[in-house]
């Protein structure tokens, strides 16, 4: 499997937007980059995923490099409830598994 | 709607002793199933996955065993636990065929003493 690399954490205020950034150097043509995280003391939650073009729904956007070399998850609005680990992975579409990563650790200032 | 569906929260369970996770799946059929492990302040670790009933792929070696009795049921399984078997264990499913989107349950802390 393509290895992705995240900052170990992060910190930003609330109610400002986030940037959380992953390195896939490695990714091949039929990788999918997804995003996960994990509150404390709960299991995963899917956030976003896309291949190409940037992607938007209610939790999140997600911005991939023209080369797919690397991929940005954007908060719009950091809340208390959005810190969390959250963890960048790749898959191929037709894929029977997902490997996680150690993942950035986000913390909120209120 | 599809539900997961994990028990017990949480286990104490002397160093030696059997154990049994179970994981049931509700509103869909033939999903991908897995067991994931997090050590504490670790990530997740893949253990077992599941494509069809009795079709088990480990990931790693280890003291633990999967089975997969039923179609929409999961089953993590140790004959005797050792202390380094403390963890957060997360069952998840997927549709068949492909991960575009996983679910996961709410998980089962284990601590072995």
């Known amino acids: 499997d393509a290895k992705t690399t995240q900052p170990n954490s992060m910190e930003s205020n609330e109610e400002e937007p986030v940037h959380l950034p992953c390195n896939h150097s490695t990714i091949s043509g039929t990788d999918y980059i997804h995003w996960y995280r994990q509150l404390p003391s709960q299991g995963p939650e899917y956030v976003i995923h896309g291949l190409t073009s940037n992607v938007n729904n209610r939790m999140a956007s997600l911005a991939i490099a023209e080369d797919r070399k690397s991929s940005t998850l954007i908060l719009h609005r950091a809340t208390l409830r959005d810190a969390a680990v959250y963890y960048c992975?790749?898959?191929?579409?037709?894929?029977?598994?997902?490997?996680f990563g150690t993942g950035t650790r986000l913390t909120i200032i209120p | 709607s599809q539900t997961i569906h994990q028990w017990p929260a949480t286990l104490v369970q002397p160093v030696g002793s059997p154990l049994s996770l179970e994981c049931t799946v509700e509103?869909?059929?033939?999903?991908?199933l897995y067991w994931y492990r997090q050590a504490a302040g670790r990530g997740l670790q893949l253990l077992f996955y599941s494509v069809g009933i009795g079709q088990i792929s480990s990931e790693v070696p280890q003291n633990l065993s999967a089975s997969r009795p039923q179609d929409r049921q999961f089953i993590l399984s140790s004959k005797k636990l050792l202390l380094s078997d403390s963890g957060f264990y997360l069952c998840?499913?997927?549709?068949?065929?492909?991960?575009?989107?996983?679910?996961f349950g709410q998980g089962t802390r284990l601590t072995v003493v």
């Open positions: 992975i790749l898959s191929p579409l037709l894929n029977e598994k997902l490997t």
């Open positions: 998840a499913w997927s549709f068949p065929g492909r991960v575009t989107e996983a679910f």
């Open positions: 509103g869909t059929s033939n999903p991908n």
